[in-house]
């Protein structure tokens, strides 16, 4: 019998793709809602003409591996020391800058995206990813933690009987994580007009694929598209015109800090969003909300947000 929520979960960043470095106790990450898909492909049939009707038998090819988990979005406690979430951002296509005892801020790029190696225990069993790239979702809701949800695409290795790392994570259990509220979460704005928010996710989009030739096996993000959605109080047009701004393909900052000490500051920037047209009026406890959307859009390139820690 394996109890289901003995997990271990290991991950570090690739040096060499494909290969995953020694992965240690301080590799450990505390995530939630883990999900092991441990043996994703296609299962190729022999196709044969037999002399008797019957199954055929089948060849697995293309074998590779998922894995979805949420991470708290809290900071390292200390600016311009990454946070626990930054390898992750960094195997999801984003690139980091450090600025010493300030800041670390991601933001994504198109090219020369880094990779990941996982090892995920559940019980004794040892189920590892490597050469992982994958997509996510940037969430804050009222009243809950903050999170990044990910989804993670690697190359297969076998699972395994495996000693079990005792997983170093006094860092993570003792973080300074605060639910999403007014005093902890003092800036969400939408063309400059602070809003009542319930909920909001950036969802990064990324396109992700298993490519198996002969010659290289990988996993690429091949291509991107972010997608904004926030559920806020409806307010009137005088204020802020959503109608509007969609009927105009108006581009729009979008701006979000969670967080008041220093360390543990988490501040996200959308400095052109545009506005989508506005599909529907909610209610709640009899209040009018609006379901926003809108899609970053870059000015420069691998620009349309940033996520900064400080």
């Given at each position: 019998?394996?109890?289901?929520?003995?997990?271990?979960?290991?991950?570090?960043?690739?040096?060499?793709?494909?290969?995953?470095?020694?992965?240690?106790?301080?590799?450990?990450?505390?995530?939630?809602?883990?999900?092991?898909?441990?043996?994703?492909?296609?299962?190729?049939?022999?196709?044969?003409?037999?002399?008797?009707?019957?199954a055929?038998?089948?060849?697995?090819?293309?074998?590779?591996?998922?894995?979805?988990?949420?991470?708290?979005l809290?900071?390292?406690?200390?600016?311009?020391?990454?946070?626990?979430?930054?390898?992750?951002l960094?195997?999801?296509?984003c690139?980091?800058?450090?600025?010493?005892?300030?800041?670390?801020?991601?933001?994504?790029?198109?090219?020369?995206?880094?990779?990941?190696?996982?090892?995920?225990?559940?019980?004794?069993?040892?189920?590892?990813l490597?050469?992982?790239?994958?997509?996510?979702?940037?969430?804050?809701?009222?009243?809950?933690?903050?999170?990044?949800?990910?989804?993670?695409?690697?190359?297969?290795?076998?699972?395994?009987?495996?000693?079990?790392?005792?997983?170093?994570?006094?860092?993570?259990?003792?973080?300074?994580?605060?639910?999403?509220t007014?005093?902890?979460?003092?800036?969400f704005?939408?063309?400059?007009?602070?809003?009542?928010?319930r909920?909001?996710?950036?969802?990064?989009?990324?396109?992700?694929?298993?490519?198996?030739?002969?010659?290289?096996?990988?996993?690429?993000?091949?291509?991107?598209?972010?997608?904004?959605?926030?559920?806020?109080?409806?307010?009137?047009?005088?204020?802020?015109?959503?109608?509007?701004?969609?009927?105009?393909?108006?581009?729009?900052?979008?701006?979000?800090?969670?967080?008041?000490?220093?360390?543990?500051?988490?501040?996200?920037?959308?400095?052109?969003?545009?506005?989508?047209?506005?599909?529907?009026?909610?209610?709640?406890?009899?209040?009018?909300?609006?379901?926003?959307?809108?899609?970053?859009?870059?000015?420069?390139?691998?620009?349309?947000?940033?996520?900064?820690?400080?």
């Amino acid at each position: 019998m394996i109890y289901f929520n003995e997990k271990i979960f290991l991950l570090a960043l690739e040096s060499t793709y494909g290969t995953a470095p020694a992965l240690a106790a301080s590799d450990a990450i505390l995530a939630t809602e883990i999900r092991i898909m441990p043996m994703e492909g296609q299962d190729l049939s022999r196709n044969l003409e037999r002399p008797h009707l019957g199954a055929q038998a089948t060849i697995p090819v293309d074998l590779h591996a998922k894995m979805s988990f949420k991470v708290e979005l809290v900071g390292s406690g200390t600016a311009g020391t990454p946070p626990v979430v930054g390898k992750l951002l960094r195997a999801l296509g984003c690139a980091q800058t450090i600025v010493v005892d300030t800041s670390v801020t991601y933001n994504p790029v198109s090219r020369s995206h880094e990779s990941v190696a996982a090892h995920l225990w559940i019980g004794d069993t040892r189920f590892a990813l490597i050469g992982a790239r994958g997509t996510g979702t940037i969430r804050v809701n009222a009243s809950g933690i903050p999170v990044l949800e990910v989804e993670l695409t690697g190359l297969w290795t076998a699972p395994s009987e495996a000693v079990r790392v005792e997983p170093d994570l006094d860092d993570q259990l003792e973080a300074d994580v605060m639910a999403a509220t007014t005093a902890n979460t003092p800036v969400f704005t939408v063309n400059a007009v602070s809003l009542v928010m319930r909920s909001f996710a950036l969802t990064l989009g990324n396109q992700v694929e298993p490519r198996f030739l002969i010659g290289a096996e990988r996993v690429l993000i091949t291509g991107r598209q972010e997608t904004l959605e926030t559920t806020v109080e409806a307010l009137p047009l005088t204020t802020l015109n959503p109608f509007a701004l969609a009927k105009a393909r108006t581009q729009v900052p979008v701006a979000l800090t969670h967080g008041t000490v220093a360390g543990n500051i988490v501040s996200l920037a959308v400095p052109r969003a545009q506005m989508q047209r506005l599909q529907g009026i909610d209610e709640q406890q009899g209040i009018a909300e609006w379901p926003l959307r809108l899609v970053p859009q870059p000015d420069a390139g691998n620009d349309q947000w940033t996520l900064s820690f400080t």
